[in-house]
């Protein structure tokens, strides 16, 4: 593939241009975006710079890309990045520190023009700082080593934005005007300064088992369409886009005698993948500040094409598939466990199966080693799909994946990381039996080191992908990261699993706006202020109830400073020798005094939960109108998402009740693997 350029030196012409001149190679071509116009124009080689250019005091590592706001074009460049490992003999570092340059010279990313920008430029920077970014000079991060193996020459010649994965260059929206102006003039190819950032996880360490040096790597990726936070993003698409959809790979590198110790790939090659994401059906959680929101199905006429575009994306990319839920089948998660399997009965895809298992009833107890339950029913699967297996003495792979499990619970988060890390050692252990690295019956668990390892790794893998989602780290990270769950574990999970709940109804709604800025899915009009961004229209008595309740547990909180001789103030008004009287009425003060703050502390916190949606903090780049006010076909739990403790109202069409006994008898067919699989 065509290089990148790593190190860029900034040269700004006062308010005519920026001017980006590669550090290495000396007198490659360099870059000038005009400020006024916007243009993009690569200089011929070694052409001098304006004598007016003034040098910026940073090195800049790439160019995240350009993203348009209200009042100016902004160019994000990458200031600071940090080295997590070697893959494969290229060096895989983290982003860690942006400038924002305007375009506008009359605009300040400073002291921005209008409220409106200011808020738009805050979501940017949030974005930059919350995410954990990747990205490599020389190696395809968001490609799995199976399709770099089958694509190696296809790729000779090409530049890395053009071949990696779609779903995975997460910038790639930001880079539009680049790839536009190197696809529409051949003598301006700006591949050099295109660099593809990935949003996920990297971690690779070394290890040494019976004698054989090894590298084990985690990598998950995350994709960039329908992304976005815990509940303002789920399910599925009319594109077939599935909310939370990440790719994990496993993958193991091995020495062998002649590749020498500590050969990067040069031996033998090992690699594992696995997805999940979230249910492939038009639901929602809507958000109304009780701990398990709203359930909404909407029975849309698309739905079952929509999924329908999913699987057939994924067996074309990864090949068959083994469906994993881990729904509830009862309360508050049920609807959407009965949704699904209506329609994957309905579907009935000769290249899938379904496997249903209950989680939460089989590892009751904390009976977290139940898992091995669910790796017997999909056992069979993992032996037909296999995993990569390159050998660099030969020509050809000893093996390849031809299929791939996709597991799913509520979230894709706990129960998911669970489950996958379980498939994870089953089919490492698998892997090094296969090379006689490992005897038939042993498995790592016996070595500490890579044990300890592996499960470092996948913990730390699942709290990366819960804060991109959730905003909090992963629940149940202790059994993954010491194979059980104690006391304080559960208390530390607790704790998380408050702080989700003020993160997703009182902070997501600027995460989930930033998501949509950043990806593209929102884009703005230039000249445009629309002041709902930055303005509360809300009724008054809405927005005041926050007051009075805060109000009045500051004068409850004061009241107890009180001290009890407060009534001496009263001696002065009683009669003669009454002072007798004084504790009684003092007592009566204050209990009158309590009385009347409880009171109104009560009935504001009342309106609130009565009125919970008005109090989420909502996206407001897209609204999701459509979602908190639907009254079509399908499931809605409870009262249109308002109050507590209402009855809930089931609104689901007919065949998700009559029609779905029949269904579950097709369902339990493919269950118990009558459908065709992928050879």
């Known amino acids: 593939m065509k290089g990148l350029h790593q190190r860029l030196n900034l040269y700004i012409d006062s308010n005519e241009t920026y001017i980006f001149v590669p550090v290495e190679p000396i007198g490659a071509r360099s870059l000038v975006i005009y400020r006024n116009s916007g243009g993009l124009v690569l200089k011929p080689p070694n052409s001098p710079l304006p004598p007016t250019a003034e040098r910026s005091g940073k090195t800049i590592y790439g160019i995240v890309g350009m993203v348009s706001l209200v009042a100016s074009e902004y160019i994000i460049i990458l200031t600071g990045r940090e080295l997590k490992g070697q893959f494969m003999g290229h060096n895989i570092y983290r982003a860690t520190d942006f400038d924002i340059l305007p375009l506008n010279p009359d605009v300040s990313t400073t002291n921005p023009p209008h409220l409106v920008e200011a808020h738009l430029l805050a979501l940017v920077r949030t974005h930059l700082y919350a995410g954990y970014f990747l990205f490599s000079y020389g190696w395809d991060l968001t490609r799995r080593l199976q399709v770099q193996w089958s694509s190696h020459q296809q790729d000779e010649g090409k530049a890395m934005w053009e071949v990696a994965d779609d779903r995975f260059f997460w910038n790639k929206y930001l880079h539009s005007r680049f790839i536009d102006v190197t696809n529409s003039k051949p003598d301006h190819n700006l591949s050099p300064y295109i660099l593809p950032i990935m949003f996920g996880s990297f971690d690779i360490r070394p290890a040494r088992v019976n004698g054989h040096y090894l590298k084990f790597c985690l990598i998950s990726r995350r994709s960039r369409y329908?992304?976005?936070?815990?509940?303002?993003?789920?399910?599925?698409?009319?594109?077939?886009h599935v909310a939370n959809f990440n790719e994990t790979e496993q993958i193991l590198l091995v020495d062998t005698p002649n590749s020498g110790i500590g050969a990067d790939g040069g031996g033998v090659q090992l690699s594992f993948v696995q997805i999940r994401g979230s249910v492939p059906l038009f639901w929602a959680e809507?958000?109304?500040?009780?701990?398990?929101?709203?359930?909404?199905i909407m029975e849309l006429h698309d739905a079952i094409h929509a999924m329908r575009k999913h699987?057939?994306?994924?067996?074309?990319?990864?090949?068959?598939?083994?469906?994993?839920?881990?729904?509830?089948?009862?309360?508050?998660?049920?609807?959407?466990?009965?949704?699904?399997?209506?329609?994957?009965?309905?579907?009935?895809?000769?290249?899938?199966?379904?496997?249903?298992?209950?989680?939460?009833?089989?590892?009751?107890?904390?009976?977290?080693?139940?898992?091995?339950?669910?790796?017997?029913?999909?056992?069979?699967?993992?032996?037909?799909?296999?995993?990569?297996?390159?050998?660099?003495?030969?020509?050809?792979?000893?093996?390849?994946?031809?299929?791939?499990?996709?597991?799913?619970?509520?979230?894709?988060?706990?129960?998911?990381?669970?489950?996958?890390?379980?498939?994870?050692?089953?089919?490492?252990?698998?892997q090094l039996q296969a090379l006689g690295i490992l005897q038939e019956n042993d498995t790592i668990d016996?070595?500490?080191?890579?044990?300890?390892?592996?499960?470092?790794?996948?913990?730390?893998?699942?709290?990366?992908?819960?804060?991109?989602y959730a905003g909090t780290g992963a629940l149940k990270t202790e059994y993954t990261r010491t194979g059980k769950l104690t006391a304080m574990g559960q208390v530390e999970d607790g704790y998380k699993s408050v702080m989700r709940w003020l993160k997703n109804n009182f902070f997501d709604g600027a995460r989930q706006d930033a998501y949509d800025l950043m990806t593209?899915?929102?884009?703005?009009?230039?000249?445009?202020?629309?002041?709902?961004?930055?303005?509360?229209?809300?009724?008054?008595?809405?927005?005041?109830?926050?007051?009075?309740?805060?109000?009045?547990?500051?004068?409850?909180?004061?009241?107890?400073?009180?001290?009890?001789?407060?009534g001496a103030l009263l001696t002065p008004l009683l009669p003669r020798d009454s002072s007798y009287l004084l504790p009684y009425i003092t007592d009566y003060s204050l209990l009158y005094y309590f009385v009347f703050w409880f009171t109104l502390l009560s009935v504001a916190l009342l309106f609130i939960f009565l009125h919970g949606i008005d109090y989420v903090n909502w996206p407001r780049l897209t609204p999701l109108d459509e979602i908190i006010h639907y009254d079509g076909p399908g499931f809605r739990a409870a009262w249109k998402g308002n109050g507590f403790g209402i009855p809930s109202i089931d609104v689901r069409v007919k065949r998700l009740g009559s029609n779905h006994r029949k269904l579950k008898s097709k369902l339990d067919e493919i269950e118990m693997g009558s459908k065709i699989r992928v050879d």
């Not at 809507?286 to 909404?296: E, M």
Request: positive net charge.
């Open 446 to 468: 016996n070595y500490e080191d890579i044990s300890k390892d592996f499960r470092e790794m996948w913990a730390d893998h699942a709290n990366l992908i819960s804060l991109a």
């Open 520 to 566: 593209g899915a929102w884009v703005p009009r230039r000249n445009w202020t629309p002041s709902s961004l930055v303005t509360d229209r809300r009724p008054l008595v809405i927005r005041a109830m926050p007051y009075l309740l805060w109000f009045s547990v500051f004068m409850v909180f004061a009241g107890l400073t009180l001290p009890r001789s407060s």
């Open 286 to 296: 809507v958000n109304n500040l009780r701990y398990k929101p709203d359930v909404v």
């Open 311 to 430: 699987l057939e994306a994924q067996i074309l990319q990864y090949g068959g598939q083994s469906l994993i839920n881990l729904v509830n089948h009862k309360g508050h998660e049920a609807p959407v466990k009965e949704a699904y399997e209506q329609k994957v009965a309905e579907l009935n895809l000769p290249n899938v199966r379904y496997e249903y298992f209950d989680f939460h009833n089989e590892c009751k107890k904390l009976r977290w080693d139940r898992i091995s339950v669910l790796i017997e029913k999909v056992e069979q699967d993992l032996v037909q799909y296999g995993y990569f297996h390159l050998d660099s003495s030969r020509d050809e792979p000893v093996k390849l994946q031809t299929g791939i499990v996709r597991t799913n619970c509520m979230d894709n988060l706990d129960r998911t990381n669970v489950a996958q890390a379980a498939i994870a050692k089953w089919t490492l252990n698998r």
């Open 226 to 240: 329908r992304a976005g936070t815990r509940y303002f993003r789920r399910g599925i698409d009319h594109d077939g």
